[in-house]
Structures are given as structure tokens and as C-alpha cells.
């Protein structure tokens, strides 16, 4: 049996989940190829809103979200990522919840994401978890591996 899964909200400085992010950029790259170049200038680290989850005081995932803008209600769900060996485990359920418990605490009223076609497993936990998919919006309407999604937080 799993330990349980711990959450600490933080920000985007926290060495875990820079750490977290690291292992995140890696596996991408290794699925994307070069291709992953054009996406990484999207995906800095300055948020005040990330979430590390731990099990057992190792840190073993991570998201965090940002304004999205363009529509002051949503915020961007952006950096979702679980170490290999805890995936199946609640971990990234449990840090997408997180994630939109606080932008609903921020008076948001949706979350977009943005994943790539070849991440099936996400792909899937995003609709399990009730996104639906929508047009590709800025700046990744023009990226042929983009799938966007968005939920309502109401």
C-alpha cells in the first residue's frame, strides 16, 4: 500500500519543484525530440501558484497554474508532472484538485491546459478529471502536437 500523498502549495523558486520540472523537461524532450525546443519558452517557472506533492517527505510531483490571458476568469494549469514510479498512484488527481481548490480561493471560474498529442496517459486523467477539448489557443494554435483543454470550476 501506498503512503499517503502530502501537498504543499509554493511557488515556482521552491528547489522541489525545479527539481520536479527538470525530470518533467527531460521526459519531454525524450518524447518529443527537437520539437520540444519550440515549447519549452512557454514553460517558465514564474508562478506564485505551483504545488509539490510528496509520499513519505520525497517529492514526487508537481503543477502549478498562471493568469491566462485573454480571460481574467481562467488561469492556465501548466508544469503537471509525477515521477514514473508513483504514476497510478493519485498523485497527479491529487495535485490537479489542489491546483483547482486554490484558483477557485482566487475567484477563478475555469482552468485551460495545454498537452501534447503523444501524452496519452494525460490526455486521458484530463478528461477523467472533467476537461473538455477546445480550439488550441494562443500560442499553441499553430503547434500540430497541441491538444487544449478547459473545465469549469463552477
Not at 527538470?22 to 508562478?47: F, H, R, S
Not at 477557485?104 to 486523467?125: I, N, Y
Request: overall charge neutral.
Amino acid at each position: 500500500m501506498t503512503a499517503p500523498v502530502t501537498l504543499r502549495r509554493t511557488t515556482g523558486t521552491d528547489p522541489a519543484f525545479v527539481t520536479l520540472v527538470k525530470q518533467l523537461d527531460e521526459e519531454l524532450v525524450a518524447i518529443y525530440g527537437d520539437v520540444q525546443v519550440e515549447y519549452a519558452k512557454y514553460n517558465k517557472l514564474e508562478v506564485d501558484t505551483a504545488v509539490v506533492a510528496s509520499i513519505d517527505g520525497t517529492p514526487v510531483g508537481c503543477g502549478c497554474f498562471k493568469p491566462f490571458p485573454g480571460d481574467a476568469a481562467a488561469v492556465e494549469l501548466k508544469r503537471m508532472f509525477v515521477a514514473p514510479m508513483h504514476r497510478g498512484e493519485g498523485v497527479a488527481r491529487a495535485v490537479m484538485g489542489e491546483l483547482e481548490a486554490w484558483a477557485r480561493e482566487l475567484g477563478r471560474a475555469a482552468v485551460v491546459l495545454e498537452t501534447g498529442s503523444k501524452q496519452h496517459d494525460a490526455v486521458r486523467l484530463y478528461e477523467r478529471a472533467g476537461y473538455a477539448r477546445i480550439p488550441n489557443y494562443p500560442p499553441y494554435d499553430a503547434m500540430a502536437l497541441s491538444i487544449c483543454m478547459r473545465k469549469s470550476l463552477g
